[in-house]
């Protein structure tokens, strides 16, 4: 009875300290960043949980991911709260939560002490590098893919100890669920294979033939999501991004996410790549992770948990590194969500060896006769206190995180006042500041932006629409050639963005005029047919408009927009919505 109620204490404890840390999530809201694509602006997800979505979800490769589940999830949180981003945050917090007791009860599981494997998933419930994952609404796929990854450990810990073919089935069930969420799990094959190495001393030709099901699911997935991201040359060729520079860019992040997680300070959505010393720093990363490496081999066989949380810090980051994938952050906070694990449990078993060692125990002696201090504390003591402190700090620095991803502006905002070598932190902000109508504000941030990155698309684009909304056509002109190279035949482009100048200013007789004319060019534009039909009703054709709607809503049927202004038109017209257009 007194070890379940320990249990439950523990369960508590740790939950009450994620719900503390992350307080301010309930009133955070979506951003501008995949946000749009994932959810609000997804049209199947709008939908909620529908036959045609289920579909869709197991068929798509939208945004570069095979991730059916997390599709599903996002759905169902749609059926359930809407487009009220707290219920969105509440699950996902839920999620977090979950992972956290998940991952305490598989290190109870592995031979080291109770304590320390509280003090593991509190670190990792608590650590501000995982805001990111839990806080970013379009993550949720990296907090679903995670709670399967534990399942399916704790399974395989259970077969390894008992031989159940049950728990190697389940085993692979759960992960081919966590696959069904994001191909970052295709490392758990890996990390059996550590598992097999310590605690269960099995390690042997035959525990690898065992993990045979495993690599074929884990292969295909990679291939997928290679095939995927080589398509939009996210996979770039060895002459765009040198192979040299690949592997430098792949040791230095692993260095880059050791130091952002002892010291986790800064933390933003997008890095910039390094640009000073470069030659320095790719040296210095291959000399510390060989050195790392080397001493956790030295000490396997009476330290077996280094060279096991150091592999699986290498093991799960490898798919992220930048030797496959040339993206445009070299480093992510969301890729260390499970990656980090490794490193916890290096720290949280090694150092009360280290308190054990002479030397050290000689040092604190000499610090207390330095000092004639009676200060004399046992090394399980002082590692309680250190403890509390290092939970304490990372709560409150995670509680700040949080705050910070209140909404675009705020995310933003503090991305390019801790970072300004970050294009993509301008663009972004830029953007949530056109969202808003503060279009010269946009201008002087997109400009900004374009003195760190003159080539960025994004950023142009952006200049080009806050100078047209400004009623600077002309000018706009040249940011949208510079943003595409086929704006400069697509003459309805420019015909479209000055009637937007004219519906903004409800300068409707305008406005239809130069909507007419973007549509002689391209008529099946939706936001043109839909601002159309908006600007005559301005002008209280009301029978016009609804001939408008009517249009765009034979090109795209579930158009929330052109539906709702077409049984406003209707309405003002004196009639009612036909049922089979709804």
Not at 128 to 154: G, Q
Not at 167 to 192: E, G
Not at 367 to 386: G, Q
Request: aromatic content about 16%.
């Amino acid at each position: 009875m007194q070890n379940r109620s320990n249990k439950l204490l523990l369960i508590l404890l740790i939950v009450i300290a994620v719900l503390t840390a992350y307080f301010p999530l309930r009133g955070n809201g979506f951003i501008n960043c995949d946000d749009p694509q994932y959810v609000t602006e997804n049209s199947y997800v709008l939908e909620g949980l529908t036959w045609e979505g289920f579909k869709w979800a197991f068929k798509t490769n939208f945004f570069l991911n095979y991730i059916p589940l997390a599709w599903l999830f996002h759905m169902s949180d749609v059926q359930i709260f809407g487009l009220n981003p707290a219920g969105h945050h509440l699950t996902s917090l839920i999620m977090h939560i979950v992972n956290s007791l998940l991952l305490l009860w598989f290190l109870r599981k592995m031979p080291i002490e109770d304590n320390q494997a509280l003090f593991v998933a509190a670190l990792f419930a608590l650590h501000p590098i995982n805001v990111e994952s839990v806080a970013w609404v379009s993550e949720k796929k990296n907090l679903l893919y995670s709670v399967f990854w534990f399942l399916s450990l704790a399974a395989y810990i259970n077969y390894g100890k008992y031989k159940r073919k049950k728990d190697y089935f389940l085993c692979l069930t759960f992960f081919i669920l966590s696959l069904l969420s994001k191909p970052m799990a295709v490392t758990l094959p890996f990390v059996l294979l550590l598992l097999d190495f310590w605690p269960l001393r099995r390690f042997s030709l035959l525990t690898i033939l065992e993990k045979i099901p495993f690599l074929i699911l884990s292969f295909s997935e990679s291939f997928i999501t290679f095939s995927l991201h080589a398509d939009i040359s996210a996979v770039n060729s060895l002459n765009a991004f040198p192979l040299l520079p690949r592997i430098g860019y792949s040791l230095l992040s692993y260095v880059d996410y050791i130091i952002k997680t002892i010291y986790p300070v800064n933390l933003v959505l997008f890095y910039p790549y390094h640009e000073n010393f470069l030659i320095l720093k790719f040296v210095f990363s291959a000399i510390f992770l060989l050195l790392v490496t080397l001493f956790a081999i030295r000490l396997r066989k009476t330290h077996p948990y280094f060279i096991f949380g150091w592999g699986w810090y290498i093991g799960l980051l490898a798919p992220v590194t930048r030797f496959l994938f040339a993206v445009r952050d070299p480093i992510s906070d969301r890729h260390v969500y499970l990656a980090n694990i490794g490193l916890f449990i290096i720290v949280t078993a090694g150092v009360p060896d280290l308190l054990k060692q002479q030397a050290v125990i000689n040092f604190k002696q000499l610090i207390i006769r330095t000092f004639k201090s009676d200060w004399n504390l046992p090394a399980p003591k002082l590692s309680l206190y250190l403890s509390l402190v290092i939970l304490a700090i990372f709560a409150t620095m995670a509680f700040k995180q949080v705050q910070r991803w209140k909404n675009s502006l705020t995310l933003f905002s503090y991305t390019i006042d801790v970072s300004p070598r970050s294009y993509q932190g301008y663009n972004n902000y830029g953007a949530a500041l056109i969202a808003l109508g503060r279009y010269q504000e946009a201008l002087e941030v997109s400009q900004k932006g374009l003195r760190v990155n003159p080539n960025s698309k994004e950023l142009n684009y952006n200049m080009g629409d806050a100078l047209t909304r400004l009623g600077r056509i002309d000018e706009a002109y040249d940011y949208f050639k510079l943003s595409s190279p086929d704006l400069s035949i697509s003459k309805d482009f420019y015909y479209k963005r000055e009637g937007l100048k004219y519906l903004k200013q409800k300068k409707y007789m305008q406005a239809v005029h130069f909507f007419t004319l973007s549509l002689r060019f391209k008529d099946n534009d939706i936001e043109s047919i839909n601002n159309l039909g908006i600007a005559l009703m301005g002008l209280e054709k009301y029978e016009e408009a609804t001939e408008m709607f009517t249009r765009g809503l034979t090109i795209n049927p579930k158009n929330y927009q052109l539906l709702y202004n077409r049984r406003l038109a209707l309405k003002k017209a004196g009639r009612h919505a036909k049922p089979e257009l709804r």
